[in-house]
């Protein structure tokens, strides 16, 4: 009985689940929860998970009964999440496969050359010779294939079977024939060629078929268990990103180390330089330069300092900070990054369900059909070593193993490659949707631009200096809180440094503010208010508002005692990513649309600059979604990439939603790609990388049907040996494994970045 701590009922639990070997194993353990009362149960082969929701009448210790009494074993992951990270037995199975593979590999050559020769030269037997056999072959069908006879006889105890029945009797079987067919007789019929290679005689020997079997299976699980570990690697190194413990900052300042685990939501803590970010949090005080590399792929070190929000697992490259903690455990950023690499990991295919399913009763069928076909060759042929030959390919030949692998070991490495590209996709249905979109919607503010104002433009009256310009409205507008002033003061901060501070500062509503600089009377704001006071403003300073304005800009007049020296103009920061993307998109053969609730000219002016074809603008927050339902309507399929809460709807309506991972928990809920980094050429990489996902697992899943579909049949026509039967079997899955390996080779578009 597991010792493991019980999860509150009702709640999501996962569980990991050790002792699984195939597709059918996860089938079972699957079956057997949710014939539990209000369970819904998903069990995944490669990941080896559980993700559960259970209902308030089943505590965690009734599932992980239930999935012991299924022959496997089970263990609930903590809560505070510290669990989250790819199986941690690979390495020891993978140590455990390999020994027994090795003696296997060792015995099975001089085995199967001995084999052979006393089969096609039997003159060449000496007395004694079927105990030297017996020697070389105990050791592999007993303990190297032990593992397969140990899960055969647990299954057969449940009345259930896995893959490793069908491998567990073919070896017994071949073995068993063996050791009638040596004691049977001295030698075989006169009439035994060399073709009994492939045709075997009355007295035909399998025990290097036997070996054979064992040492394919065991590599090929050796090997698999190898491709599931590399595949897993971008998910523990997301999980090692988490640090062991913080150094905690005690109310009178001093510190001590505590683990992560007793680190509680508004303690603060100290970041020292070259030290991981414990949790998230908020800077209270310090400045530093972060590494964000690992979490969002971005290279280029962010500078925080107070009241910047922190990621945990980011690093400290410069500086030290004093941060105060606003989530911790799963409530963290990087917590929830894994949850999303582990919820696409557990995703299937349709078609994959359905290979599932077949897997759950595909043994038993294959054992009658093996002995279907001992019965349809004795009464055929007569002979029962040709019978017994195709029995046993026929129940070698047919482990659909591949089967239960073709979708998830895809997605394990498509995820961790994702989540190392700053890419997390929630899961499959999520891939099949980039393959039938042709549209993408994009919003505009917080998406495709910054979301704050900058400074676009200044133009000077004839005579004056554009350091005196910013000078005056710069010193005046700090004062002001309208984001377009901010954007104002910070131009001019960054271009003049100290600004003076203003006087007798007097806001005029919806128009603009006047104060005293330097003992000058400055004024700032619409022309509007220029026309009302009567002060002219030059025409070629006047030329230049109106087409700024036309250009969907917003401008600022400014004066010095009461004549204009300037007009500046501001707009939204266009990301720099923004062309690139567009292009990309385009190049992908994707129609892109700007979708925003700002005036025609602005959104008009953004389209033009990062090239979007289509533009809709002064669309209402509520009314996003209906414009998404009325381009499908028209019969596209759409995309959407947004940001805020007002993008939520749209991203729900969407045939693909995509949040962009800076925006709101809403939005991301809301979406099926989440896009951490806040680059928009991540947007086309997410749709390469879905599209190629999807066409792995395509691949897979028609390699695996179609392998069974051509195999079986010519072991039941006795046209395969047992032995290439076998070898066929492991290399099959092992396809399936390099295949989806394929993916970690996935790189972004990497033109002009």
């Known amino acids: 009985m597991s010792s493991a701590p019980i999860v509150e009922p009702g709640r999501p639990v996962e569980l990991t689940v050790s002792g699984m070997t195939c597709a059918a194993c996860a089938a079972r353990v699957e079956r057997q929860l949710n014939k539990l009362p209000g ?53 020891g199975r993978a140590r455990m496969l390999w020994r027994r593979l090795l003696v296997s ?55 259930t079977s896995t893959m490793d029945t069908l491998v567990s009797l073919g070896v017994l079987a071949a073995t068993g024939w063996s050791v009638y067919a040596m004691f049977r007789s001295a030698g075989p019929p006169p009439d035994v060629t060399g073709l009994a290679l492939l045709l075997r005689g009355e007295d035909a020997i399998y025990l290097e078929v036997a070996a054979g079997l064992t040492a394919f299976v065991l590599a090929g699980r050796y090997f698999e268990a190898k491709a599931q570990r590399s595949a897993g690697t971008a998910l523990r190194e997301l999980a090692a990103l988490r640090a062991a413990d913080v150094v905690l900052v005690a109310e009178d ?15 603060r803590f100290l970041v020292r330089p070259g030290a991981t970010v414990a949790t998230d949090g908020r800077v209270e005080s310090g400045r530093a330069a972060l590494d964000t590399a690992a979490m969002t792929g971005e290279s280029v070190p962010v500078e925080v300092g107070p009241g910047d929000a ?61 002995a279907a076909t001992f019965g349809g060759w004795l009464l055929l042929d007569g002979s029962p070593a040709r019978a017994f030959a195709a029995a046993l390919a026929v129940l070698v030949v047919a482990c659909p193993c591949a089967l239960g692998l073709a979708t998830p070991t895809a997605l394990m490495v498509a995820s961790g490659r994702g989540a190392r590209l700053g890419i997390f996709v929630k899961g499959y249905p999520a891939l099949e949707a980039t393959r039938s979109i042709d549209t993408v919607v994009l919003d505009k503010t917080g998406t495709v631009t910054r979301g704050r104002m900058a400074l676009a433009g200044l133009a000077c009256a004839d005579g004056v200096g554009r350091a005196d310009v910013l000078r005056a409205v710069g010193a005046l507008e700090q004062d002001a809180e309208h984001p377009v002033a901010a954007a104002i003061v910070t131009a001019a901060r960054a271009e003049l440094g100290t600004l003076p501070r203003p006087g007798d500062f007097r806001n005029e509503a919806g128009l603009g503010a006047t104060g005293t600089v330097d003992g000058r009377r400055v004024r700032a704001g619409r022309a509007r208010l220029f026309t009302d006071l009567g002060i002219a403003v030059p025409p070629a300073l006047d030329a230049r508002r109106t ?57 008009a002016a953004v389209a033009r600059e990062i090239g979007v074809g289509s533009v809709v603008a002064e669309v209402l927050p509520a009314d996003k979604a209906e414009q998404v339902r009325r381009l499908q309507a028209g019969g596209a399929r759409v995309a959407v990439v947004g940001d805020g809460v007002n993008d939520a709807a749209a991203l729900a309506v969407a045939d693909l939603g995509m949040a962009v991972g800076t925006g709101t928990d809403i939005a991301i809920d809301a979406a099926d790609l989440i896009l951490v980094r806040d680059d928009l050429r ?42 290439v039967a076998g070898a066929a079997m492991a290399l099959s899955s092992l396809f399936v494994v390099s295949n989806s390996l394929r993916l970690r080779r996935f790189s972004p578009d990497i033109e002009e970045r």
């Open 310 to 370: 922190v990621v945990g697992g980011t690093v400290a490259r410069q500086g030290s900070l004093v941060v105060e903690a606003t989530g911790v455990g799963r409530d963290t950023q990087l917590g929830a990054m894994l949850r999303l690499v582990e919820r696409a990991q557990t995703g299937r295919a349709s078609v994959q369900r359905l290979a599932d399913r077949i897997c759950g009763w595909f043994v038993p069928a294959v054992v009658a059909l093996s």
């Open 39 to 91: 369970v819904v149960a998903g069990v995944n082969f490669a990941t080896g998970r559980a993700t559960v929701t259970a209902g308030p009448e089943v505590s965690d210790r009734v599932l992980v009964d239930t999935v012991e009494r299924a022959g496997f074993g089970a263990e609930p992951l903590p809560p505070d999440g510290s669990g989250d990270a790819a199986p941690g037995d690979d390495a």
């Open 105 to 159: 590999v060792v015995l099975f050559v001089p085995l199967a050359d001995l084999s052979i020769t006393f089969t096609v030269l039997p003159e060449w037997r000496f007395p004694g010779w079927q105990w030297l056999l017996l020697a070389l072959a105990a050791p592999v069908v007993g303990w190297a294939a032990w593992p397969f006879h140990r899960a055969a006889l647990a299954g057969a105890r449940r009345g």
């Open 253 to 267: 300042g001093s510190h001590r180390s505590i683990p992560i685990g007793a680190l509680r939501v508004g303690q």
């Open 682 to 723: 991540v947007v086309p990489d997410a749709i390469r990388l879905s599209r190629a996902t999807l066409r792995t697992i395509r691949g897979n899943l028609f390699w695996a049907f179609g392998y069974n579909v051509a195999a079986i049949p010519l072991a039941a026509l006795g046209l395969l040996n047992p032995l």
């Open 547 to 603: 087409a700024w304005e036309r250009d969907g800009r917003s401008t600022v007049v400014v004066s010095v005692d009461d004549v204009v020296v300037g007009v500046l103009a501001l707009a939204d920061e266009v990301k720099p990513s923004a062309r690139h993307a567009v292009a990309a998109l385009h190049g992908l053969g994707l129609t892109t649309v700007l979708l925003t609730g700002d005036n025609a000219a602005t959104a």
